[in-house]
């Protein structure tokens, strides 16, 4: 089964601020990545498919990149409402494996 | 509007069975992969199961293969798991969640409690 490492397992950063979080796969999964928010007590939002399709009415601040092994979710200016824990989600094939999560704050 | 609906979460001791529901509206079940996932309390998420839109491939996590069976009703437009042989480490609040074109998912249900306990 290939596991998927999200990194870090969670960071705070400031309003305003550039946050990255990766998500890397042990084996190649060409795009076929996910990305997923969970705001607190909250049932998970799809964000980004095929590792850079922003879904629609995602906010242009959220962004998607990689292939094969390695992905990145970029948000480009942290907010407030951005508070949440982010997963990735391979999909190539089954199990359709979550990666651990990044849990966002506020600093 | 697309909504799921799940149902069926109790208490149980370990060793018992549960059958969970997932009713589906303004789609039909039958044209989209669908999948099982959960969450324990305060942990992240795991995938548990799906089933293809033609319903002839299922899949299985390794900690429920042989435990768990997804399954639909077409006509009744509601996808099913039946747990079985339930451990403590089954608890959690499952979601029952539709597949977009491939199998990511953009619509998710509120979940549905599990809870195994003696």
């Known amino acids: 089964d290939i596991q998927m490492t999200q990194s870090p397992s969670s960071l705070s950063a400031s309003v305003g601020d550039r946050v990255t979080i990766t998500c890397r796969a042990r084996?190649?999964?060409?795009?076929?990545l996910a990305w997923y928010q969970q705001k607190p007590g909250k049932v998970p939002k799809l964000l980004i498919y095929a590792a850079s399709t922003l879904q629609l009415g995602v906010p242009s601040r959220f962004s998607g990149s990689g292939s094969g092994t390695d992905f990145t979710l970029t948000i480009s200016s942290l907010q407030p409402e951005d508070v949440a824990t982010y997963y990735c989600q391979k999909y190539n094939d089954a199990p359709l494996t979550f990666g651990g999560g990044t849990k966002v704050e506020i600093k | 509007e697309l909504q799921l609906l799940e149902s069926g979460g109790d208490s149980v001791q370990p060793g018992g069975s549960l059958r969970l529901s997932c009713a589906a509206s303004?789609?039909?079940?039958?044209?989209?992969?669908m999948s099982w996932v959960r969450q324990a309390a305060g942990t992240g998420l795991e995938w548990v199961s799906a089933m293809s839109r033609s319903g002839t491939s299922t899949y299985y996590a390794d900690s429920v293969k042989g435990r768990f069976t997804i399954s639909r009703d077409n006509s009744k437009n509601t996808l099913y798991l039946q747990m079985n042989s339930l451990r403590a480490e089954d608890t959690a609040l499952y979601y029952c969640?539709?597949?977009?074109?491939?199998?990511?998912?953009?619509?998710w249900g509120q979940g549905t409690l599990v809870t195994v306990s003696s």
């Open positions: 969640a539709k597949a977009g074109d491939m199998s990511w998912y953009d619509y």
């Open positions: 084996q190649d999964i060409s795009n076929h």
């Open positions: 303004g789609f039909a079940l039958s044209s989209y992969d």
